[in-house]
């Protein structure tokens, strides 16, 4: 597609249910970021995804939160057994390189997370 | 630590001026964006700096002080559609980007 697409736009949930979030990057774009974003806060690190190399979880908060990237391409963040602080904003962007070469990243609309 | 410091809400005057500053400590610099979020949407790309100076993008410019880590975003024949938040990152020495809260433009007629 032509932008980075997420879903869903709009998730409510009850506490304790798992969820998956998905990600659809820009094509032949090889970086994927995931970040979250709670109001009144700056974007928080999740995962980085760069090509084929080990991805950068350094940003996931606990070991309830994971993600995969298939075949270089569509994302999915996956938050197991959900609190009420992991409500927010979920966004997901993209870029065509390595921070280095192509700083700029390309967001999705996000995908907004309500924990019940 | 690593800390991006931006105002959080500022208001302007269709037609006029604004500038929202951006103060950072990070470890290291690799260069500063700004990016602007209109609400319910996703952040796009504004501006980039890593070196010192003014970069002039139609009613749009960013201003970078690496020796003062310091920079401003001016917004010029303010509209309307300018309403929105302005988000200051910087990319430090791991290239990892270190996001501000992000200043909420609230535009008057």
């Known amino acids: 597609g032509a932008g980075v697409s997420q879903s869903p736009s709009n998730k409510v949930t009850e506490k304790g249910k798992d969820v998956e979030l998905r990600c659809d990057p820009i094509s032949g774009h090889t970086a994927l970021y995931w970040y979250r974003q709670s109001l009144g806060q700056g974007l928080e690190f999740l995962i980085y995804f760069q090509g084929n190399s080990a991805p950068d979880k350094s940003g996931l908060p606990s070991d309830r939160f994971s993600a995969e990237r298939t075949g270089g391409s569509v994302s999915t963040l996956t938050i197991q057994r959900t609190q009420q602080e992991d409500s927010a904003v979920y966004l997901c962007?993209?870029?065509?390189?390595?921070?280095?070469?192509?700083?700029?990243?390309?967001f999705g609309e996000g995908s907004r997370l309500t924990v019940l | 630590g690593q800390n991006i410091d931006q105002p959080t809400e500022m208001t302007a005057t269709e037609g006029a001026i604004v500038q929202i500053n951006c103060t950072y400590q990070t470890s290291g610099f690799n260069g500063l964006f700004w990016y602007q979020q209109h609400a319910g949407e996703a952040p796009t790309f504004l501006s980039y700096?890593?070196l010192d100076g003014l970069e002039e993008k139609g009613r749009f410019s960013s201003f970078l002080s690496r020796s003062k880590g310091y920079s401003y975003l001016l917004l010029k024949e303010l509209q309307m559609k300018d309403s929105a938040s302005y988000l200051c990152a910087v990319m430090d020495s791991n290239y990892q980007l270190i996001w501000g809260a992000g200043t909420k433009l609230i535009i008057k007629p």
């Open positions: 700096n890593v």
């Open positions: 962007a993209s870029s065509k390189g390595t921070p280095d070469v192509s700083g700029e990243l390309f």
